[in-house]
């Protein structure tokens, strides 16, 4: 086999093996931990890259060690995406809902 194969195999070896939900390796990934952290996985893409600016700032700048810095902006990235996942995200989807909502209401009236 040619080098470039082995990727897309093992891929296509890694679904067939998810499709059956009895698997041990699909029971784990359906778990409510993991299920969740997919949900708030956009805020996470939306909020990183402003907590590592902010960690290398408040704790590169004053000599912290690299592991601290890791820890910290983990858990801080964590904590921020929690935070805007329901005060944010969840809001903007009932409201967007609603408004869709009263746009077709309107569509169908007329």
Same mark, same amino acid.
């Given at each position: 086999?040619?080098?470039?194969a082995y990727?897309? *195999?093992?891929?296509?070896? %890694?679904? &067939?093996?998810?499709?059956?939900? #009895?698997?041990l390796s699909? +029971?784990?990934?359906?778990? @409510?931990?993991?299920?969740? /952290?997919?949900?708030?996985? $956009? ?5 990183? $890259?402003?907590? @590592?600016?902010?960690? @290398?700032? &408040? !704790? ?6 690299? #592991?601290? /810095?890791? /820890?910290? $902006? =983990?858990? %801080?990235?964590?904590? %921020? *995406?929690?935070? !805007? $996942?329901?005060? =944010?995200?969840?809001?903007? +989807?009932?409201?967007? +809902?609603? #408004? ?5 209401? +309107?569509?169908? %009236? =007329?």
């Amino acid at each position: 086999w040619p080098d470039y194969a082995y990727g897309p *195999s093992a891929f296509l070896l %890694a679904v &067939l093996g998810l499709l059956d939900g #009895r698997s041990l390796s699909a +029971r784990a990934l359906a778990g @409510k931990t993991l299920l969740y /952290v997919g949900e708030i996985s $956009y805020s996470t893409y939306l909020v990183h $890259y402003l907590v @590592k600016d902010w960690s @290398k700032f &408040l !704790l590169v700048n004053n000599g912290s060690d690299g #592991r601290v /810095v890791f /820890v910290s $902006y =983990v858990l %801080a990235t964590a904590a %921020a *995406s929690v935070v !805007l $996942y329901h005060l =944010v995200e969840l809001p903007g +989807r009932r409201f967007g +809902r609603e #408004r869709v909502q009263v746009w077709l209401t +309107r569509r169908q %009236a =007329v």
